[in-house]
């Protein structure tokens, strides 16, 4: 993918921790793959308490936050086309501008989330967490949370391509998550697994969303601007956003992560063909109304 060199980017809406530093002690060494999964089902559904307790020598929130290097560092287009750092600022204004107008769209309002980039471990509304459980989306606080050394764990560790849109596809997954909470879908999720369970019809659902973002990102503008800050995106970059959704299946992972059989009872999150249909669902039609995986009899 490429960005519009002369366009401006909004660093605001990221709030990079890295560095502020700290680990989260919970105990066991970290969660692993399996905590990945039990962490997005709870924290999606509300089960992690918000106020539960955290560790001391974590990344508190509100704490020491500076973003005045990536302000520095990230002010246009160009700087997205050059620092993989910039690129993911660019791409969240990218995909909070697209939300912004479709909301607008629709008569209602877009409340921004902003990101934070952590290392090691991080306190939230949700709890606390270590980089281990991956990206997530938290809804006590309305922020997205990614310690960026899971973009390289995506390569070595599930084997993907990776590249700058198969990141973009996670991101756009977990703000997927925040629309859900703004239109209050996220509330109504029962909670358990299963192939089709809430929980896995949310998490395909913020595929579909994600889809719906990519197919507007060359023609959303940019903050405070009239021209796109996304230039092109190739169809390779789209077969490397495939390739990640089909690399965080859940049955991909059972398979090549963990016990090497696949239990579709402990599904949470649905199979790498379900992932990729409805991320195309959402790219190949732009529109979100095809997004209802809870009202549909074939999830894939
Ligand atoms: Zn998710």
């Known amino acids: 993918m490429e960005f519009n060199d002369d366009v401006g980017l909004d660093a605001s809406q990221v709030q990079d921790t890295r560095g502020v530093g700290g680990r989260v ?5 970290g969660l692993g793959i399996v905590g990945v999964i039990i962490y997005f089902v709870l924290s999606q559904l509300g089960g992690v308490p918000a106020g ?5 020598d974590a990344v508190g929130r509100g704490q020491a936050v500076s973003n005045t290097d990536l302000a520095a560092e990230c002010r246009t287009g160009k700087d997205a086309n050059t620092k993989s750092d910039c690129a993911l600022v660019a791409i969240i204004n990218s995909i909070q501008g697209y939300w912004a107008d479709e909301f607008a769209r629709s008569g209602s309002t877009y409340r921004p989330a902003p990101t934070n980039f952590f290392s090691g471990g991080v306190n939230t509304a949700c709890g606390s967490a270590t980089s281990d459980v991956g990206p997530f989306y938290c809804p006590g606080d309305q922020e997205v949370y990614v310690d960026l050394t899971f973009f390289k764990e ?9 590249g700058t849109f198969a990141e973009a596809y996670v991101l756009a997954h977990e703000y997927g998550h925040h629309v859900q909470n703004l239109l209050g879908t996220s509330d109504k999720v029962r909670p358990g697994t299963g192939p089709t369970s809430d929980g896995v019809r949310l ?3 913020a595929d579909c969303y994600a889809g719906v973002w990519a197919n507007h990102a060359t023609t959303t503008p940019a903050p405070g601007s009239n021209k796109p800050l996304i230039k092109s995106i190739s169809q390779d970059d789209v077969n490397r956003a495939l390739d990640v959704a089909a690399r965080i299946g859940d049955d991909f992972i059972q398979k090549n992560l963990g016990s090497g059989r696949v239990d579709e009872s402990q599904f949470s999150h649905g199979t790498s063909a379900q992932r990729e249909k409805w991320f195309t669902a959402g790219i190949n039609s732009g529109d979100p109304a095809v997004c209802d995986t809870f009202g549909t009899r074939t999830l894939g």
């Open 25 to 29: 002690a919970l105990g066991g060494g």
């Open 52 to 56: 539960a307790p955290l560790s001391t």
């Open 154 to 162: 995506l390569q070595t560790r599930f084997g993907a391509q990776g």
């Open 203 to 205: 998490e395909l659902q």
